[in-house]
């Protein structure tokens, strides 16, 4: 088992390999911009084991149990995001939010129960509704064994940090796929100007969708042209009724987490969240059926705000929630930025990415830097 943190030193990114963006960028390019957000990973690695586990803590550890204003939104509904009804009703998120792969939703859902009750038993007191999303990592991953255990949600969560963050092969995305190349886990972030005071919104992605011939970067249709291997979509791999065939291209998830600092309303999160497939299509995906697409965006202002717990007493003239909020006339340049935001962050995921081989011998083909470099070169 690999704890992966922080990306190695001299580890290229997609700007590194000429993939112009829009956009400011925060000084890590990557959702920890957002003051507060961390995010922590188990990796397990080992042959026919290929999964994991991501945290992301939109307050960190001392701050879990108090809210963030929060929305949902799915695009396609073949995936699993839990505690997305109590989201949607109340319009706030109290707890870690974690990623997995698909069979190990339950596992650590009760791994998150058992870490809170333990760190902070004023906020199990009550009830809880862990926030654990999924992807399939079934192509490599021998995802119907028991591998992903209740104590990875607290060591992931443990593990947590800000500043700058591993991509690629890590976490909850060790054996995920995207476009038919090696995928996994990705983030970026994008500055936004409101007065004279600046906001971060900040995305992170586990991407695991799309067919090969899809990809797009800036445009440049990368998919189609690449010359790597693509075993997902031209073997027979896939078990249906006992016949071995290939899989319907496309086919996967993705799981976005967006977070800003910026005070908006649990509407307005539900519009930033509306933005993240258009940031999904600017890499080319048209959203396949088989595909579980479901985003979450969250804002860490008005800390205090948007709580929902049973009160100790009658209601008095002081119990009230005071919140400051951003106009939607102004709203946006928080939209822009999240669809730049999610847009480099899929090309961080597939940069990042390095070919794998798992359960089975199936292999799984990074997308090549030398085709980004030509691709993207002055003199191409």
């Not at 129960?113 to 991953?141: F, I, K, R, S």
């Not at 021998?142 to 940090?161: K, P, S, W």
């Not at 799309?210 to 031209?234: H, T």
């Not at 016949?243 to 291209?249: I, K, Y």
Request: hydrophobic residues 45%.
């Amino acid at each position: 088992m690999l704890s992966a943190m922080t990306a190695p030193a001299g580890t290229p990114r997609a700007r590194d390999l000429g993939v112009p963006f829009d956009g400011t960028q925060g000084p890590a390019n990557a959702i920890t911009d957002v003051p507060g957000v961390e995010v922590g990973y188990v990796t397990l690695s080992d042959g026919p084991v290929q999964t994991g586990v991501t945290a992301i803590l939109p307050r960190g550890r001392d701050g879990v149990g108090t809210a963030c204003a929060a929305a949902t939104f799915s695009l396609n509904g073949n995936g699993e995001l839990t505690g997305r009804s109590w989201i949607d009703e109340s319009g706030s998120l109290a707890l870690p939010v974690l990623i997995t792969n698909s069979h190990a939703v339950g596992t650590i859902h009760r791994g998150v129960v058992d870490w809170v009750a333990l760190e902070h038993p004023a906020v199990a007191a009550q009830w809880m509704l862990p926030v654990v999303g999924e992807t399939w990592d079934g192509y490599l991953n021998d995802i119907n064994g028991a591998h992903v255990r209740q104590e990875h949600a607290a060591e992931a969560i443990m593990l947590a940090h800000g500043g700058p963050i591993a991509e690629g092969s890590v976490g909850g995305g060790t054996g995920m796929n995207c476009y038919a190349f090696k995928g996994g886990s990705g983030t970026a972030s994008r500055v936004v100007a409101h007065g004279g005071s600046s906001y971060t919104v900040g995305v992170f992605l586990q991407a695991n969708f799309g067919k090969r011939s899809e990809l797009r970067l800036a445009g440049v249709p990368l998919g189609r042209r690449s010359a790597a291997p693509n075993p997902m979509e031209e073997s027979d791999w896939f078990s249906l009724d006992g016949v071995q065939q290939s899989s319907v291209a496309g086919a996967g998830s993705v799981i976005a987490v967006v977070a800003t600092d910026a005070p908006l309303l649990p509407g307005q999160l539900a519009a930033i969240a509306r933005r993240v497939p258009l940031g999904l299509a600017r890499t080319g995906t048209t959203g396949s059926h088989f595909s579980g697409d479901i985003f979450l965006a969250f804002s860490t202002a008005n800390a205090g705000a948007f709580g929902s717990r049973m009160p100790a007493g009658p209601a008095t003239d002081a119990d009230r929630d005071t919140i400051a909020a951003l106009p939607w006339g102004h709203i946006d340049a928080f939209f822009e930025a999240t669809v730049e935001a999610v847009e480099e962050a899929v090309a961080n995921a597939l940069v990042a990415a390095r070919d794998a081989v798992g359960r089975a011998g199936h292999a799984s083909y990074a997308l090549p830097h030398a085709e980004l470099r030509a691709a993207f070169s002055p003199t191409a």
